[in-house]
C-alpha cells in the first residue's frame, strides 16, 4: 500500500496560483497517478492523472483543461499541480491517488485508483 500526502493548500484570491504536492512513500514507477477535488454537497470529480512511466501521457478534465498542470519529480516520488487562474469554483479539497501497475490510460474515474492521501483543503475567494 502507497501512503501519500498532499500539501500545499490554503486560500488564494481569484485569478490566483497555487502548486500542490503529494509525495508517495514509494516509488511510483510503473503507476498511474491522479489528482481528483471535492466540494462541499458535490461528488468527487478526477480532475487530473498522469502516467508515471510517460509522463507526457496526461489527462485533465474539461473543467481545468489549459488553466491545472499536473507533473512528476521521479526521483522525489513527488507529484503536482500547478493550478492557475483560480475561480471560487475550485474551491474545494484536493485529493492525491495512485494506482500501481502498467498505466494503460490516465484514468479520471476514483474507482480506478487505490490508494488516496488525506486531502487538503483549497479556498478562492472572489
Known amino acids: 500500500q502507497v501512503q501519500l500526502v498532499e500539501s500545499g493548500g490554503g486560500e488564494v484570491q481569484a485569478g490566483g496560483s497555487l502548486i500542490l504536492s503529494c509525495v508517495a512513500s514509494?516509488?511510483?514507477?510503473?503507476?498511474?497517478l491522479g489528482w481528483f477535488r471535492q466540494a462541499p454537497g458535490k461528488e468527487r470529480e478526477g480532475i487530473a492523472s498522469?502516467?508515471?512511466?510517460?509522463?507526457?501521457?496526461?489527462r485533465y478534465s474539461n473543467s481545468v483543461k489549459g488553466r491545472f498542470t499536473i507533473t512528476l519529480e521521479y526521483t522525489k516520488n513527488t507529484l503536482y499541480l500547478q493550478m492557475n487562474s483560480l475561480t471560487p469554483e475550485d474551491t474545494a479539497t484536493y485529493y492525491c491517488?495512485?494506482?500501481?501497475?502498467?498505466?494503460?490510460?490516465?484514468?479520471?474515474?476514483?474507482?480506478?485508483?487505490?490508494?488516496w492521501g488525506q486531502g487538503t483543503q483549497v479556498t478562492v475567494s472572489s
Open positions: 491517488a495512485s494506482k500501481q501497475g502498467i498505466c494503460w490510460l490516465p484514468s479520471l474515474s476514483g474507482a480506478d485508483y487505490k490508494d
Open positions: 514509494t516509488s511510483v514507477y510503473r503507476s498511474c
Open positions: 498522469i502516467d508515471s512511466e510517460s509522463t507526457g501521457r496526461t
